[in-house]
């Protein structure tokens, strides 16, 4: 069984509430991650037909604050799916309500794993590609899944080898005392 990514397309917008802020009077980074994850959920949810839980987030980079008193409109769709899993991608942005400046606040990729009624990894529905920028996402999920095998690998204890990084942790902030 295949799907259209429009099929489990998910917008959610909210009003931003003091009660959302941090002590500098931005809304918490804590707080957006929350809503973040809720609608990759929703997404994956839609789009498997079953309750779906998160397995990792790639890279969340806050590029600009967000105030009290803004809309915050986030976007989630599928861009990959495997047996089980799915890459959620998930753009954040808020509005001005006055001026109607808008900005983009945060992009991310959750993968999901859809879960059956005992706990089991669940089979979700292919995804069907229907243009360029579908097969951008797609090919650019395989791809980080793959930078993420090696990154793990390499890092692994039993494979880690420490005098290939001394000379670069010594450029660094640090002070070596081993």
Same mark, same amino acid.
């Given at each position: 069984?295949?799907?259209?990514?429009?099929?489990?397309?998910?917008?959610?917008? %909210?009003?931003?509430?003091?009660?959302?802020?941090?002590? +500098?009077? =931005?809304?918490?980074?804590?707080?957006?991650? !929350?809503?973040?994850?809720?609608?990759?959920?929703?997404?994956?949810?839609?789009?498997?037909?079953?309750? @779906?839980?998160?397995?990792?987030?790639? =890279? *969340?980079?806050?590029?600009?604050?967000?105030?009290?008193?803004?809309?915050?409109?986030?976007?989630?769709? *599928?861009?990959?799916?495997?047996?089980?899993?799915?890459?959620?991608? *998930?753009?954040?942005? +808020?509005?001005?309500?006055?001026? !109607?400046?808008?900005?983009? @606040?945060? +992009?991310?990729?959750?993968?999901?794993?859809? =879960?059956?009624?005992?706990?089991?990894?669940?089979?979700?529905? !292919?995804?069907?590609?229907?243009?360029?920028?579908?097969?951008?996402?797609?090919? &650019?999920?395989?791809?980080? %899944?793959? %930078?993420? =095998?090696? &990154?793990?690998?390499?890092?692994?204890? +039993?494979?880690?080898?420490?005098?290939?990084?001394?000379?670069?942790?010594?450029? %660094?902030?640090?002070?070596?005392?081993?």
């Amino acid at each position: 069984m295949f799907k259209d990514i429009k099929e489990s397309r998910i917008t959610l917008t %909210q009003l931003m509430l003091p009660s959302h802020s941090n002590f +500098s009077g =931005k809304i918490h980074g804590g707080f957006i991650l !929350g809503l973040m994850d809720q609608i990759a959920f929703a997404c994956a949810s839609k789009h498997s037909r079953n309750y @779906c839980v998160t397995a990792s987030v790639n =890279k *969340v980079d806050f590029l600009n604050p967000i105030e009290v008193g803004e809309l915050v409109t986030l976007k989630a769709s *599928v861009n990959y799916t495997g047996r089980t899993s799915m890459v959620i991608g *998930v753009r954040v942005e +808020s509005e001005n309500i006055q001026t !109607g400046e808008q900005k983009h @606040c945060n +992009s991310s990729y959750f993968t999901m794993v859809a =879960k059956d009624e005992q706990g089991n990894n669940a089979p979700v529905p !292919g995804l069907i590609l229907t243009n360029k920028d579908s097969v951008r996402r797609f090919a &650019r999920s395989i791809e980080r %899944q793959e %930078q993420a =095998k090696h &990154r793990t690998n390499r890092f692994k204890a +039993s494979e880690f080898h420490i005098e290939e990084y001394l000379d670069l942790i010594k450029t %660094q902030n640090a002070k070596l005392n081993i």
